[in-house]
């Protein structure tokens, strides 16, 4: 334990971010660095639980109080050599993730708990920065050769494991650039770029090959890929958009968010953006979904110019803190206020969108919505909901974001001319622990497998998918599990 009595003395800080008005004018990262000091007095905070629920919290079972304790101490290699471990990519996940470990640290049951995601991000930036990550190739090579289609986190942590364990890995990309979603899902205030460039650089200088504007099932042969490689790993995303078939649906104006994020981050790298422009400078803008990618939405349309914001979900507003129904460690289901709703924008609950209004041109010109009353159970959860009478009211907008989640992966192309079998979802059915399809040479991870998750999930997902494959190709794997690694 690094200071016994840390989490007596020590409250939990948070690094400063540069001023609303001024990040709005650029697209780059804003939240400034921890002082070393700072970072040794969050980690000073760990309490060394006897049973670290934070550990258990993490997707990734990442050794939290142990790269804790080498933070307070200053051995930043050793920090780093644990924190790797487990996680192959903390400059993503410090960054990114909602922090489940943090909801289920034990001194979050009567204070603020530990800033674990920070000192995640500072523990691998600073090991960078020293010269501690470098590429290392495998020292003996087996001769099996695994296909791994999808270069989001998933697909980047699935091969760089089955790289590790001495397989040649070639990653099938078929947009421009690898990083999946990590690339043009996430806005570059959230996660620049050149972030996921330095990792992908490092990936290739160990020996995985990255094949980019290739859509297996499309422009690349299904059958050759069954003939070249021994495995082949699905670790696409789920891409197919939840829409919301209202009313003047058609009306131009209505886009899907991922249409509109992935163009953004294109104009951010000085790529060509070929389809339909769309933007939010000087316009009313409506996000209708009120979770990460929503949110994602309001900071680029406030970046772009736009009018006004508005975001509203047809849930109730979560409470602020936890209930009965949420108890400590569950991750809890509450009002969260993100970097872009600071910057500013309206936000609505209850709301059911009933019509998309056109004018005489097709062009979108306002939302006819709705309260609505929801009927809850015993134990807190939404079950039905009426409309309020007299709530019903036309609202200006000239764009609408559709940021409702997402139902399942792409099924034209690959997965049909596949034959792998789905869920009752929609999802590539792959038996979690196994995650090997009906066809014995394949194996599924990540959104394609579980369904809509998080950046963290899907990296633990990738890891663990690697690990069977490689036992169905030696017959053993050497590759750790979640269950006990070590680190030294």
């Not at 409506?286 to 900071?299: A, E, N």
């Amino acid at each position: 334990m690094g200071k016994v009595t840390g989490f007596l003395e020590y409250e939990r800080t948070a690094p400063a971010k540069e001023d609303a008005k001024e990040r709005l004018k650029h697209y780059n990262e804003f939240v400034t660095a921890f002082e070393i000091e700072q970072v040794n007095k969050e980690a000073a905070r760990c309490m060394d639980c006897g049973v670290p629920f934070c550990q258990s919290g993490c997707p990734l079972g990442n050794v939290i109080p142990e790269f804790n304790e080498a933070v307070y101490k200053g051995d930043w290699h050793l920090a780093s050599t644990i924190l790797l471990s487990t996680n192959n990519f903390p400059e993503f996940t410090g960054r990114i993730c909602p922090a489940p470990c943090e909801s289920a640290c034990v001194l979050g049951i009567n204070k603020s708990p530990v800033s674990i995601e920070e000192i995640e991000k500072h523990i691998i930036e600073i090991a960078f920065s020293k010269g501690y990550i470098k590429a290392e190739q495998p020292l003996i090579r087996t001769g099996k050769k695994v296909a791994v289609i999808g270069s989001g986190p998933a697909g980047l942590a699935a091969a760089a494991q089955l790289n590790r364990a001495g397989h040649e890995v070639v990653v099938y990309e078929r947009d421009d650039t690898p990083g999946g979603l990590l690339n043009y899902g996430i806005p570059d205030f959230k996660l620049q770029k050149d972030v996921v460039t330095r990792r992908i650089e490092l990936m290739e200088k160990e020996g995985i090959v990255f094949k980019c504007n290739s859509n297996v099932g499309v422009n690349v042969e299904l059958n050759t890929l069954l003939r070249d490689f021994q495995s082949i790993v699905l670790a696409g995303g789920s891409t197919i958009p939840r829409d919301l078939p209202a009313t003047g649906r058609d009306a131009k104006g209505v886009y899907f968010a991922m249409d509109f994020l992935k163009q953004q981050n294109k104009r951010v790298k000085n790529f060509n953006v070929t389809d339909e422009a769309i933007l939010a400078t000087g316009k009313d803008v409506i996000v209708i979904g009120g979770g990460d990618t929503g949110s994602d939405c309001i900071g680029t349309s406030n970046r772009q110019g736009a009018k006004s914001v508005t975001q509203f979900e047809i849930m109730p507003m979560p409470g602020s803190a936890r209930t009965a129904n949420m108890p400590w460690p569950t991750y809890p289901m509450l009002l969260k206020v993100t970097s872009s709703h600071e910057e500013g924008c309206e936000r609505g609950w209850g709301v059911n969108t009933k019509e998309f209004i056109k004018d005489e041109n097709g062009n979108l010109k306002a939302v006819k919505v709705v309260d609505v009353e929801w009927e809850i159970d015993a134990t807190g959860r939404p079950l039905n909901f009426k409309e309020k009478p007299g709530t019903e009211r036309d609202l200006p907008c000239q764009l609408v974001l559709l940021a409702m989640g997402f139902l399942h992966p792409q099924k034209e192309g690959l997965i049909e001319k596949l034959g792998v079998e789905l869920d009752n979802r929609g999802n590539v059915k792959a038996e979690e622990g196994k995650y090997q399809t009906n066809i014995a040479k394949i194996f599924a991870a990540g959104d394609m497998r579980r369904g809509q998750s998080l950046v963290v999930w899907a990296i633990s997902e990738g890891r663990e998918a690697a690990r069977k494959v490689d036992q169905y190709l030696m017959g053993h794997s050497s590759l750790p599990s979640k269950d006990g690694i070590p680190y030294a």
